[in-house]
C-alpha cells in the first residue's frame, strides 16, 4: 500500500469503523469468519505458544504472538473488568503484521473493535460445525460490548434470527436490543439466565467478571444444546457450573492456553478435550448425535488475530482508509543510523532570492 520503507499504514478507530461500515457489519464478520476459518485448516504450519500475561489484582495485560513462518502477527490485549465503573472500556487491543523475511512491520492496527469482530466471527465459525443443524434461536446471557457482534455472526454464519437475552443490568439488555434494532431479529428481554436459556438451542455466555463465577449450573443444560463460553478467558475466571463440563464434549482452541484460562481450568490437567481445528478439517468428530452437548470452551487464540489482520489488510486495498506512520528509520546508509540524527539538526540550505 505504500512503498517507503519508514513508512508504516496504520488503521485508527476511525478508519476502522469506517472500514466495517462500507464492507457492511455482516458481511465484515462473515469474511472475517472465512479467514479464520481458512487459518485453522492450516493450524499446524503455524507458531504456537500460550499468550504471554502479566496478571493484577485489577486485571491482565497479555501479549498473543504468531506466524505462519511467511507473517509475524501479535496483539497487545488488557482485560480489566472494572474499567467500566470508570468509563472505560474492559478490553482494549492493537495488533502489528510484520514481514517475516525482513522483519518489517507491515500493518499496525487499532484491535479494540477488531477483537470484538474476530470473537463472534471465531463463535460463529465453532458453532457452525457444533450446534445443532435446525437451531433457530440463541440465548445470549451478558449484554455487554460483545454481545451484539455475537448475535449479528451468529445471523450471519448459521440464520439465528431469535434472541432471548439477559443481564444483570436490564440497562445494557435495552441497549444490546436497541442496537440490534433493523437487524431483523425476534428479541424476548428475559429477566433471568434461566429463563434465557429455556427454548434456545445456542447458549452464548459472554459476561466480564473476574471471578470464579456461575452463570450456567447443570440443571439449567438440557440434551441437545450447543454451548459458546466466551466470559471465561483467565485463569480464576469461569462461568459455567463444573457439572456441565463433566456432561459435555468439549472443544478449545488451543489445550495449553484453554486449559490455564478456560472452563477447563475446572478440570484434571488430563481430562479429554478435541481441538477445534481438528473438527474443521475433519481429523475428529464434531457434533455427532442429537442429544449431545458440545461446549466450545472459547479463550481466544493468535492466530484468530492473525486471521483479523490478515482480513483488514487485504480489504484495504483501493481504499484511502488508513494513514501512514513514520516509523521506521531508514537512513541512505543502513549502517549510518547516527549520521542520519546528526544529518536532522542540520539547517535545511538557504533558498535563493526570488528572480535571482
Not at 449484554?143 to 443481564?167: C, H, K, P, T, W
Not at 433471568?192 to 459476561?207: D, M, R
Amino acid at each position: 500500500m505504500i512503498p517507503n520503507l519508514n513508512i508504516v499504514p496504520f488503521v485508527s478507530v476511525d478508519n476502522m469503523m469506517k472500514l466495517v461500515l462500507r464492507v457492511g457489519i455482516e458481511r465484515f464478520i462473515a469474511g472475517l469468519a472465512e479467514y479464520v476459518e481458512e487459518d485453522f485448516r492450516r493450524w499446524e504450519t503455524f507458531d504456537k505458544t500460550p499468550r504471554l500475561a502479566s496478571h493484577s489484582a485489577e486485571g491482565v495485560i497479555e501479549l498473543m504472538p504468531t506466524s505462519d513462518g511467511r507473517t509475524y502477527g501479535f496483539k497487545y490485549v488488557n482485560g480489566h473488568p472494572k474499567n467500566t465503573r470508570e468509563g472505560r472500556q474492559t478490553v482494549t487491543a492493537f495488533g502489528v503484521l510484520a514481514d517475516v523475511g525482513t522483519g518489517y512491520p507491515v500493518l499496525l492496527s487499532e484491535m479494540t473493535i477488531l477483537t470484538a469482530l474476530r470473537t463472534a466471527a471465531t463463535s460463529a465459525v465453532a458453532a457452525r460445525h457444533l450446534a445443532p443443524r435446525d437451531a433457530a434461536c440463541m440465548a445470549i446471557i451478558g449484554n455487554g460490548a460483545q454481545s451484539e457482534f455475537q448475535a449479528v455472526a451468529f445471523r450471519a454464519l448459521l440464520g439465528i434470527r431469535q434472541l432471548r437475552l439477559y443481564d444483570i443490568d436490564p440497562a445494557a439488555t435495552r441497549k444490546c436490543i436497541r442496537n440490534l434494532a433493523g437487524f431483523g431479529f425476534d428479541i424476548t428481554p428475559c429477566q433471568s439466565a434461566e429463563e434465557a436459556v429455556a427454548g434456545a438451542q445456542i447458549v452464548t455466555t459472554v459476561t466480564a467478571d473476574k471471578q470464579y463465577a456461575t452463570i450456567l449450573t447443570d440443571n439449567m443444560v438440557g440434551a441437545g444444546i450447543h454451548i459458546n463460553a466466551v466470559g471465561g478467558d483467565c485463569p480464576g475466571k469461569t462461568e459455567l457450573h463444573r457439572d456441565i463440563l463433566m456432561r459435555s464434549d468439549i472443544f478449545v482452541e488451543y489445550p495449553p492456553q484453554t486449559r490455564i484460562e478456560g472452563e477447563i481450568q475446572q478440570l484434571a490437567p488430563d481430562h479429554p478435550v478435541t481441538e477445534l481445528w481438528q473438527v474443521i478439517t475433519g481429523a475428529a468428530p464434531g457434533r455427532a448425535n442429537p442429544g449431545q452437548i458440545t461446549l466450545f470452551d472459547s479463550v481466544g487464540f493468535a492466530t484468530e488475530d492473525f486471521s483479523a489482520l490478515r482480513y483488514v489488510r487485504d480489504q484495504l486495498a483501493g481504499t484511502a482508509l488508513y494513514e501512514g506512520l513514520d516509523m521506521l528509520a531508514d537512513p541512505d546508509e543502513p549502517r549510518d543510523l547516527f549520521g542520519m540524527i546528526l544529518r536532522a539538526a542540520a539547517p535545511a540550505p538557504a533558498k535563493a532570492p526570488a528572480g535571482a
